[in-house]
């Protein structure tokens, strides 16, 4: 009963934000229903058509179908071992209500039980939303009966207790080593590392071959690469063998499997709750324990004369200096550069690898084709990165907001500062990515100065918007700015951003393609024809002007109203 008494105020903040929290908490629980659904809709989609792809393909479709699950519970199980550790240190380490509940009369291992199931259920429930429609095509292009729904809620279940269990030890043991907001630090920097040379590693293998068989040198050849056998011992292989036999006539035993996964389900339980037994008390009092941040200890060795200096005058400047070194001090801010460092190598490499010389399309045609739609994948790229610095950007003030509003200092130019300190790397970012792939590519002259300019004038509006939408939902109180951007705020503002950059696109799309085909057949417009170019173009200024405009005046007001 006190396991359950302790796990009440997470079912009761639950309950109350989406019953009790008025119009707003319903228009938000709404408009995240409408897109889960969506976004499960899409996903089976795509699921579907390639298991229906495959099923064409004769002697290799089911081997195709066995190693794509394969790989959705290896990708799985690899995302529920790293997403329990980092909760894991905030459910049993970090959270801010430990420090009541470690004084009541409840013992270690109520505390534990209850903090595995929170873990459990905050750790998983994201793996859950991307398997239902994942699993739903598989038995529905594979015909499969009732039992096969029944064995897969037998394989989830022991899967995630399995993770989850692996994730809360090795947190436990981690914990001894480090302090756990030291843990925390190295852990994230361990993990982009580990990220960024996975990346490398599968993009490099060029996996698109797999599915190419003039790739390979015989169908023997190809034919042994698709039959090679998973290794044995991960829990991907045993979720695997549990529920092939389930869609396709099988000689191995799914129950024999299911067994095996829920005897190291809870073996690995009972394990866990002994280790954090053992260790948990001590590794809560060393939790406590607080250290300098690595950033922070390589910008104490420059010396003062040769750290930048901001002038004394300037609200703007000195706000924008502020910004760098709070950015440079948190170490899940700086950190992520490496990440974004190896998205543009990655994304680079693809454009660099592409197979033009195959296509029936002339070359010419096809290159500047990409071209003008690499301008709105880049404009997505920027505002994936734009919701997880742009738009925390105001949230990241936390605590200490309440000095600006105590400060001789406007909102306004509170807002335009961030607005300023963001601009220019995002530029930065924009420019590289347009150029290096117009250079890769190699297309005309148009193509080359349009897509930089208009990367250039759509990089204002990702700007404006992240910082306005984040002034009109800011998050203050979060523990961690990470969670801020995957809030409701987060989400209405990559809705937005998306369709901004494909307002530009679409505006852009006709004159691109009227110039373009002038220059290839040498023609001169016509009188419509720059009418029409003339009134895209200025329509395009419109929207651009006004993505910048709109959010950050609509910001600004309601933060000045901010009353916390």
């Given at each position: 009963m006190k396991v359950l008494t302790l796990l009440a105020p997470r079912w009761w903040g639950f309950r109350n934000g989406l019953f009790f929290g008025g119009r707003r908490s319903l228009i938000k629980a709404g408009s995240l229903l409408a897109l889960a659904v969506g976004f499960w809709v899409g996903i089976y989609v795509?699921?579907?058509r390639v298991l229906r792809y495959f099923q064409a393909v004769e002697e290799f479709g089911d081997l195709l179908a066995y190693k794509l699950l394969t790989m959705v519970?290896?990708?799985?199980?690899?995302?529920?071992?790293?997403?329990?550790?980092?909760?894991?240190?905030?459910?049993?380490?970090?959270?801010?209500?430990?420090?009541?509940?470690?004084?009541?009369?409840?013992?270690?291992?109520?505390?534990?039980?209850?903090?595995?199931?929170?873990?459990?259920?905050?750790?998983?429930?994201?793996?859950?939303?991307?398997?239902?429609?994942?699993?739903?095509?598989?038995?529905?292009?594979?015909?499969?009966?009732?039992?096969?729904?029944?064995?897969?809620?037998?394989?989830?279940?022991?899967?995630?207790?399995?993770?989850?269990?692996?994730?809360?030890?090795?947190?436990?043991?981690?914990?001894?080593?480090?302090?756990?907001?030291?843990s925390r630090d190295i852990l994230f920097l361990l993990s982009l590392l580990v990220i960024i040379l996975l990346f490398f590693l599968f993009r490099f293998t060029r996996p698109e071959r797999l599915v190419d068989p003039d790739a390979f040198a015989s169908v023997i050849t190809y034919f042994r690469a698709l039959s090679a056998p998973a290794s044995p011992y991960l829990p991907s292989s045993w979720a695997s063998e549990a529920i092939w036999p389930l869609l396709r006539p099988s000689t191995?035993?799914?129950?024999?499997?299911?067994?095996?996964?829920?005897?190291?389900?809870?073996?690995?339980?009972?394990?866990?709750?002994?280790?954090?037994?053992?260790?948990?008390?001590?590794?809560?009092?060393?939790?406590q324990e607080s250290g300098r941040l690595l950033a922070g200890r390589f910008l104490g060795l420059v010396p003062k004369r040769l750290r930048?200096?901001?002038?004394?005058?300037?609200?703007?400047?000195?706000?924008?200096?502020?910004?760098?070194?709070?950015?440079?001090?948190?170490?899940?801010?700086?950190?992520?550069?490496?990440?974004?460092?190896?998205?543009?190598?990655?994304?680079?490499?693809?454009?660099?690898?592409?197979?033009?010389?195959?296509?029936?399309?002339?070359?010419?045609?096809?290159?500047?084709?990409?071209?003008?739609?690499?301008?709105?994948?880049?404009?997505?790229?920027?505002?994936?990165?734009?919701?997880?610095?742009?738009?925390?950007?105001?949230s990241g003030e936390g605590f200490s907001f309440w000095i600006m509003q105590s400060a001789p200092l406007s909102m306004r130019r509170l807002l335009w500062s961030k607005f300023l300190f963001y601009l220019a790397p995002l530029l930065l970012l924009g420019l590289i990515l347009t150029i290096a792939t117009n250079e890769l590519l190699q297309v005309s002259a148009l193509m080359r100065w349009l897509a930089p300019i208009t990367i250039f004038s759509m990089v204002f509006g990702i700007t404006a918007l992240g910082v306005g939408m984040?002034?009109?939902?800011?998050?203050?109180?979060?523990?961690?700015?990470?969670?801020?951007?995957?809030?409701?705020?987060?989400?209405?503002?990559?809705i937005l951003a998306m369709g901004f950059i494909a307002m530009v696109v679409v505006?852009?799309?006709?004159?691109?393609?009227?110039?373009?085909?002038?220059?290839?057949?040498?023609?001169?417009?016509?009188?419509?024809?720059?009418l029409y170019v003339g009134?895209?173009?200025?329509?395009?200024?419109?929207?651009?002007?006004?993505?910048v405009w709109l959010p950050m005046r609509y910001g600004i007001r309601k933060l000045a109203a901010y009353e916390g």
């Open positions: 795509i699921f579907y519970y290896l990708t799985f199980f690899g995302l529920l071992i790293f997403s329990n550790v980092l909760v894991a240190l905030n459910t049993f380490f970090l959270s801010q209500d430990l420090e009541i509940i470690h004084a009541t009369p409840v013992s270690i291992g109520e505390i534990f039980a209850a903090r595995f199931l929170d873990t459990l259920v905050e750790s998983s429930w994201m793996v859950l939303l991307f398997g239902i429609p994942i699993f739903t095509a598989y038995g529905l292009v594979y015909q499969a009966s009732f039992v096969y729904y029944l064995g897969l809620v037998s394989v989830i279940v022991p899967y995630l207790i399995l993770a989850a269990a692996l994730g809360i030890t090795l947190t436990m043991i981690l914990v001894q080593v480090f302090p756990a907001q030291r191995v035993s799914s129950g024999f499997y299911q067994g095996f996964l829920w005897v190291n389900g809870l073996a690995s339980l009972v394990v866990c709750a002994f280790v954090a037994i053992w260790v948990y008390p001590e590794g809560w009092s060393k939790s930048p200096r901001t002038p004394r005058r300037s609200q703007t400047l000195s706000l924008m200096g502020k910004d760098l070194t709070f950015f440079f001090r948190d170490n899940t801010q700086w950190s992520q550069l490496l990440l974004i460092l190896a998205l543009i190598v990655l994304y680079l490499y693809n454009y660099s690898v592409l197979p033009l010389d195959g296509v029936k399309v002339p070359t010419f045609y096809l290159q500047n084709l990409i071209a003008f739609l690499n301008v709105g994948l880049a404009g997505f790229v920027l505002a994936s990165i734009g919701v997880r610095f742009v738009f925390t950007a105001v984040g002034a009109v939902f800011p998050n203050f109180k979060a523990e961690n700015v990470t969670q801020v951007a995957t809030g409701f705020g987060g989400l209405l503002y990559m505006l852009e799309a006709g004159p691109v393609y009227i110039l373009f085909m002038a220059q290839a057949r040498h023609h001169s417009l016509s009188f419509f024809q720059w009134g895209s173009i200025f329509l395009m200024v419109l929207v651009n002007i006004a993505a």
